[in-house]
């Protein structure tokens, strides 16, 4: 007996209460932007500039206790991460351990390394400083200029693709659903103020891919009943589309997020910011595949028949039947 999350021949209504879902969409956008500008984002050491410190020990690396005896100096934002080599022998343990810049400076002073050299090795005696590498105002800088640019460069791609693939109502359709879908998860960081790195912009981009995936197959099969139901009104055609392709959209969304929740509880706090970003990419994702990207395709309409030549520009628009 195969499991079926949802129904065979469903048949529900995405559009009856199109204009309060779309219109929700855009006040939530609003309160994202205002929410970045009033409170902005949590940057982490990418963005801020800081100190890195590659560590080598005897012992095991504990990121907790590493956490804990650092956190007392008062550097403020603290990151530690375990490097893995196979190189490694059984005695060598390396960490890396990054403090954001202090206040005034564009990195920790001789002394505030010795302090943290200090607090480590009351952990483990055996414990060195391999390497001590700043990152300055200037590089963080070009870091933000490099993320805000792939972001972009992304969408416009996005919006290119999709061009050429159906029509240029559907791109705009493709590429509002991304915007929404960026500027929800930029507005639910501000608000929760969790850390922002270099992670997070890695996050954007895999959402920009997965909401274009479920995007797509949506659009796909809109293309194909648009051409097999001439006659019927865009709004009962996408809706059908929709409700055809809501098994595969709701296996993969659950599918991803069950993986998802297994490394936001058990993969630890080094990668929970990228996986708590994923989890919140896939849930808009999924809700502007369909509320979002169709709802601009119906509001636009469409040129209904692609089987026809080239030269025949005209189409049927929303709301007008062939004869």
Known sequence: MRLKLVPQGTSVDFFRHWKTTFGGSVVAMV?????????????????RGGTSIRTEA???????EYRAAIMPLGFGDVAITEVFDPA????????????????????????QISAVRDALQGLDPTLTFAAVDSVGPKVSGE?????????????AAVLFYIWLRF??????????ALVHDIVLTIGIFSVLQIRFDLAIIAALLTIVGY?????????DRVRENLIKYKKRPLKEVLTLSINETLSRTVMTSVTTLLALLALFILGGDVIRGFVFAMIWGVIVGTYSSVFVASAVLLRLGVKRDWSKNSGDTA?????VKES
């Open 315 to 319: 189409g049927t628009q929303f709301g």
């Open 58 to 64: 005897q012992a095991p690396v504990d990121i907790g």
């Open 31 to 47: 309160l994202s932007i205002v929410a970045f500008a009033v409170m902005g984002l949590n940057f982490g050491i990418d963005f």
């Open 211 to 219: 909401s274009l995936n479920d995007t797509v197959v949506v659009f």
């Open 143 to 155: 870091l933000i200029q490099s993320a805000i640019i792939s972001v972009v460069l992304a969408l």
């Open 167 to 176: 029509e240029w109502q559907f791109s705009v359709g493709a590429v509002a």
């Open 88 to 111: 490694f022998g059984t005695d060598r343990h390396v960490a890396m351990v990054r403090i954001q810049a202090q206040e005034g400076t564009e990195a920790i002073t001789t002394e």
